[in-house]
């Protein structure tokens, strides 16, 4: 079985400073990890995804995120917010060796002000 | 026009009604998804295709669901006799084969009164 979980369904940066999305999660298998940007009215976006090579995954729009093995994590991190970045945000694990269906967490609301 | 279009985008049914949401893959991809996004949540899967194959219906809620690709191409949704519950917005993806990108449509967003 695979989960998800976002802590913190609403994040508020403002614009130059760190982003930092949370996710960590549970896999009986080695996992893939994946995270998606949505904008409103639109469908999912990949940002960037781990399938078991590099740990530091880079993605577009100049985000990046770490797997972490030891913790279950796979936190989204940007160092200079834009205005453009404020969005929702999901990460979601699909179990190597199955059916690819990923299953996402709930999402994070990411808000960038002035 | 590259990406996975879907139609209508907006929906507004009485309960009751039946309704079909339409789905155009990528050309070309293998693996075709639909997903159910309520307010304020992920997505969550429903059924999952290879070419006109239905591999996966495990996420389907009820017995009201129902979805098809003939042709391995255009997918449809059809939900019978719909209920409130059933509002959301109705994702869906396409990929070239199981396990690569999904590439994502703008959904539809069903409305039950």
């Known amino acids: 079985a695979q989960s998800v979980t976002q802590l913190g369904s609403h994040v508020s940066v403002s614009e130059g400073a760190l982003v930092l999305l949370r996710c960590n999660y549970s896999s009986s298998v080695p996992p893939y990890l994946f995270w998606y940007v949505q904008y409103p009215n639109q469908g999912l976006q990949l940002l960037l995804k781990y399938t078991s090579a590099a740990t530091l995954v880079k993605g577009i729009n100049g985000f990046e995120a770490e797997f972490k093995k030891s913790e279950t994590s796979f936190h989204l991190t940007k160092p200079s917010a834009h205005m453009s970045d404020a969005a929702e945000y999901f990460c979601?694990?699909?179990?190597?060796?199955?059916?690819?269906?990923?299953?996402f967490g709930r999402g994070t609301s990411l808000i960038v002000h002035p | 026009g590259a990406g996975v279009s879907q139609s209508p985008r907006y929906k507004v049914a009485k309960r009751g009604q039946d309704v079909a949401l339409r789905c155009d893959p990528i050309s070309g991809h293998v693996s075709l998804f639909w997903y159910q996004q309520a307010l304020g949540q992920g997505p969550e899967f429903l059924t999952y295709?290879?070419?006109?194959?239905?591999?996966?219906k495990s996420g389907l809620p009820s017995d009201r669901f129902f979805a098809e690709r003939p042709e391995g191409s255009v997918s449809t949704l059809k939900i019978q006799r719909t209920q409130q519950e059933d509002s959301a917005v109705y994702l869906c993806a396409s990929s070239f084969s199981a396990g690569d990108e999904q590439f994502f449509g703008p959904g539809t967003r069903l409305t039950v009164l």
């Open positions: 979601a694990v699909s179990e190597t060796g199955g059916s690819y269906i990923p299953t």
């Open positions: 295709f290879q070419n006109e194959a239905q591999l996966d």
